[in-house]
């Protein structure tokens, strides 16, 4: 198996994750939110956060940790900077 420094390998390693990311039920079934709601009154303060189905949220996380993880091969500013430089 070629070495995950090799840049093809890379590459496809990072293409691989982002049709796994794409394919996910919280992309595919638009099952992510962003709702919140702040009650707030002298005595007592209260955030509420919906952000869909906690699983599906979750799910699409662990993909997307990959990507800003600088020790990750399909680190994005890898591919980025690979991409400005070729």
Known sequence: MPSTRDPETRFGLFVGRVDQAWNRRAVQEETLRANWVLTASPEQSTLHVDHGDEE???????????FVAPQEPVFANWVFNELERC
């Not at 599906?56 to 990959?66: E, K, P």
């Open 56 to 66: 599906d949220v979750r799910s699409l996380l662990i993909d997307f940790r990959s």
